[in-house]
């Protein structure tokens, strides 16, 4: 039945030994025309797929190796748990064999929950302030690919985990976005740049189907013969062998910008990774953070502008009743994980905090705030972007 002709599609699905012939085909087709290469890894199943399987590859000959391979984790801090304990468990297997391994982490000042309580910075939201992406994951990827591109003084190859699954092959989106040379998107999507920008990218897995890459990591990469990898870890972070049927996906633990935390659900229904249930009153705190009684609210007197009374920053006293609620299930979480011979979590460095602390002592606001703007559950006149005031008829 799996060979079989599809109605709608007009072509038989792919194997597993042609998905990966298909990106061994697309790093020796653009591979050899850059002597740097760097994989962008979040530590998720794509980009775990690309990583274990692009080093399986070099190692075992079947693709010629670059002179040089600089391996990007991308820590969040906020990544799910299971994800991250795997995540380390492969940078020492990628070291063991010499392959150089970077965690790249936003400067403390930037980090999701640095920022939130130290500075006061509202959590993100889906509709007008969704900053956290590119803050804490997407800039400082581009800082350290500057670093490395000045180390090596020409553009690197950037290999990445996108995937768009076997249609790709026949999507003309993705043709039209290939290498000037007319690739087959077979090949991998590879985007050429100017040449003095930083990378070419290339993803060398576009055209996999999900189900090939749960197989790579829960039964391929785990053999000795594939590189011997800690990757099954990682589809059961997903959902062990029912990840494939629930369509799983991960993010950030407590994201305040999904509808509901369903990888962290997922993860503490097993009894393994049950320990790890306070980490569900993340969503819930920064859902409480965004309320007006949290927040101060500029009165409409104070400066030019359309949004003359927007709600700003989180309170002190909201941002420390926060700090302690963190600090707090952390240590529900690592109490637990020493009684039953857990791994335990570091959502809240001590590092962290301290910042956190000396950022309420320099008394920090955002900029145009001063943190004596009343809070934004306070009765006010309504002041209108032409500065016309309306007064409350009823205070």
Known sequence: MKNQYQIFEGTKRLQMTESIDLTRQSLLAYGPSHKHWCIAWSGGKDSSTLLTLVVWMISTGKVPAPESLTVMYADTRLELSPLWFAAQEIMEELREIGIEVKTVMAPLEKRFMTYILGRGVPPPNNNTFRWCTRQIKIDPMKHELEKLFSEKGEKVLMLTGVRQ??????????????????????????????????????????HWRVCHVWEWLKHWAPLPEYGDWSTAAIADAYGGDEAEEINARTGCTGCPLAQKDGALDTVTKMPRWSYLAPLKRLKPLWREL???????????????GKNKQRMGPLTMAARQMALNEVLTIQQEVNTAAVALARPKIDIMSKEEEAFIRQCWENNIWPNKWTGDEPTADTLMDIVYSDGSIQPLLFY
């Open 165 to 206: 699954g076997e249609s790709a092959i026949r999507d003309q989106r993705i043709v039209m976005s290939c290498g000037k040379d007319g690739a087959e998107c077979g090949q991998g999507w590879y985007q050429e740049t100017m040449p003095d920008q930083l990378c070419d990218t290339l993803a060398p897995i576009l």
């Open 290 to 304: 965004r309320k007006p009684e949290n927040r101060l609210r500029k009165t409409g007197m104070e400066e030019e």
